[in-house]
C-alpha cells in the first residue's frame, strides 16, 4: 500500500526556510546538501518529511521562473517502481523525470497527474530520523 511520505516546497531563501519551520514547529533537519536539480535540506516531524528545495534551473522541477515559491510536489513510498508506474499510467498518469537512477540513494521517479501537479515515487522513503543541526 502506498504511503504518502513526502511534501516538497519550492523557496525563495533555503536557509530562511529551514530556519523558519524549524523554529516555529521544532522539525530535525538534515545538513543543507546539493542535488543536480536543487540545493536541499529535509525537515522531518518523524513521519512525514518536508523537502525544501532551491531549484536551480528548469531541469527536473518543470519551472520556468525559478523565483517561484510554494507547494512543488509530494512523495509516496511504494512496495514496486514498476508496478506503481504501470497503475499510475493506466490511471491517466504521466511519467516526467527520473531523479537519479533506480537503486541509487535518493532516487525519485516523477509522474504528473491529469492535472500536471507533480509527485514522486520511490521504495526507500525519504531520510526522517536524522539528528538536528546544531
Same mark, same amino acid.
Given at each position: 500500500m502506498p504511503k504518502l511520505r513526502h511534501i516538497a516546497l519550492s523557496v525563495k531563501d533555503i536557509d530562511?526556510?529551514?530556519? $523558519?519551520?524549524? +523554529? +516555529? $514547529?521544532?522539525?530535525a533537519r538534515s545538513p543543507k546538501s546539493e542535488g543536480s536539480t536543487a540545493h536541499r535540506?529535509?525537515? *522531518? !516531524? %518523524?513521519?512525514?518529511? #518536508?523537502?525544501?528545495?532551491?531549484?536551480? *534551473?528548469?531541469?527536473?522541477? %518543470?519551472?520556468?521562473?525559478?523565483?517561484? &515559491? @510554494?507547494? =512543488? =510536489? $509530494? %512523495?509516496?513510498?511504494? !512496495? !514496486? #517502481? !514498476? &508496478? +506503481? @508506474?504501470?497503475?499510475?499510467?493506466? +490511471?491517466?498518469?504521466?511519467?516526467? $523525470?527520473?531523479?537519479?537512477?533506480? @537503486?541509487?540513494? %535518493?532516487f525519485e521517479r516523477k509522474f504528473r497527474d491529469p492535472d500536471g501537479i507533480i509527485f514522486d515515487i520511490n521504495t526507500e522513503g525519504w531520510p526522517l530520523d536524522f539528528p538536528k543541526a546544531e
Open positions: 530562511r526556510a529551514a530556519d $523558519f519551520y524549524c +523554529a +516555529a $514547529f521544532g522539525m535540506i529535509y525537515l *522531518s !516531524d %518523524g513521519v512525514i518529511n #518536508l523537502a525544501l528545495l532551491q531549484y536551480k *534551473s528548469a531541469v527536473g522541477s %518543470g519551472l520556468t521562473d525559478t523565483g517561484f &515559491a @510554494g507547494p =512543488h =510536489h $509530494f %512523495g509516496f513510498v511504494v !512496495d !514496486d #517502481l !514498476d &508496478a +506503481a @508506474g504501470e497503475q499510475i499510467r493506466a +490511471a491517466g498518469g504521466e511519467f516526467f $523525470f527520473d531523479l537519479g537512477k533506480p @537503486g541509487d540513494e %535518493g
